[in-house]
């Protein structure tokens, strides 16, 4: 059985983060992923000071590279499947023992069920205004979305643009003071159900309604939710927020001792830069624990 100090369970900019730390500290650390990372299908990573711009894919590769003179760090291609906790620390997948577990498993979107929508996705239709709204502003832009969280993506974007169209795909489920406020501010609201997205080239141009109505427009917003990548922190026993975040504290720790739990999984803010800080954060806490224990 293969022993590290610590078992990092995914490869974007949560778990590289943390690894780089880590590897400078001259601590073995396991990064395991599957290579999907919840970005993949979008053309630009935005918000990231000094790297505002780069595609995804550009940006893993080159953490990875700048991890290769830390020989203490090692990549495995492997699917987590099951933890185990002992009284030394963690077995991972029956074979793999570590002191430490670092969760950096990222969550997965909901992602609407609509014809053609694939088609569009991360060149045109988006799920984070902060990440994507800049390049599209001032233009005509619809969100799809229901109740409270279609009103409240609606009304962020009006940072970015005037000229805005809900699409609810069915009953709004939208209260009246809600309905009212849209309104007030010339924003439409349509519960026609839609049949499909229409452009070319990633581009997208109409949206088609069932009663064979057209609305143009030139990107899309959509808030239907995420869920937690893998039951991996569930299986743990670690604590949920009310919204279905892993509950950390001080440093990504989390209620079970030795889990930290880092980057989309455990805070609603979803930035790469934010996953990054809190890889950074896990990993200093991770080492600081790790001494203790050490020096003990």
Same mark, same amino acid.
């Given at each position: ?8 369970? *995914?490869?974007?900019?949560? !778990? &590289?983060?943390?690894? +780089?730390? %880590? ?6 650390? =396991? ?115 229901? *109740?409270?969280?279609?009103? !409240? &993506?609606?009304?962020? +974007?009006? %940072? ?6 809900? =699409? ?121 624990? &790790? ?6």
């Amino acid at each position: 059985m293969k022993s590290y100090d610590v078992v990092i369970v *995914g490869a974007g900019p949560a !778990g &590289l983060s943390a690894a +780089l730390i %880590l590897g400078r500290c001259r601590r073995r650390v =396991l990064i395991c992923d599957t290579g999907k990372p919840r970005n993949r299908a979008s053309h630009a990573l935005h918000g990231f000071l000094t790297r505002d711009g780069i595609p995804p894919l550009e940006f893993l590769k080159i953490a990875r590279e700048q991890l290769q003179p830390y020989q203490t760090v090692e990549f495995c291609d492997i699917e987590v499947k099951e933890v185990r906790r002992t009284n030394e620390g963690f077995i991972i997948n029956s074979d793999i023992s570590c002191r430490k577990l670092l969760l950096a498993t990222g969550v997965v979107d909901r992602l609407p069920q609509i014809d053609g929508f694939k088609e569009f996705y991360g060149r045109s239709v988006f799920h984070c205004p902060y990440c994507d709204g800049w390049e599209v502003r001032d233009r005509r832009i619809a969100i799809y979305g229901k *109740g409270k969280n279609g009103y !409240g &993506l609606t009304l962020e +974007l009006t %940072l970015w643009s005037s000229d805005l169209t809900l =699409l609810t795909d069915g009953p709004t489920e939208l209260l009246p003071d809600e309905t009212d406020r849209l309104k007030r501010r010339g924003i439409k609201i349509y519960d026609i159900p839609i049949r499909r997205l229409i452009g070319s080239q990633g581009m997208l141009e109409e949206i088609e309604f069932t009663n064979a109505e057209i609305l143009a427009c030139d990107a899309m917003f959509f808030s239907t939710g995420n869920d937690q990548h893998c039951k991996l922190a569930e299986n743990l026993g670690c604590k949920f927020t009310d919204d279905g975040a892993v509950d950390t504290g001080d440093y990504e720790m989390t209620n079970v001792p030795g889990v930290y739990v880092a980057g989309d999984a455990s805070k609603l803010v979803q930035l790469v830069i934010v996953a990054a800080a809190e890889g950074a954060k896990a990993a200093f806490a991770i080492n600081q624990e &790790l001494l203790k224990e050490d020096l003990s």
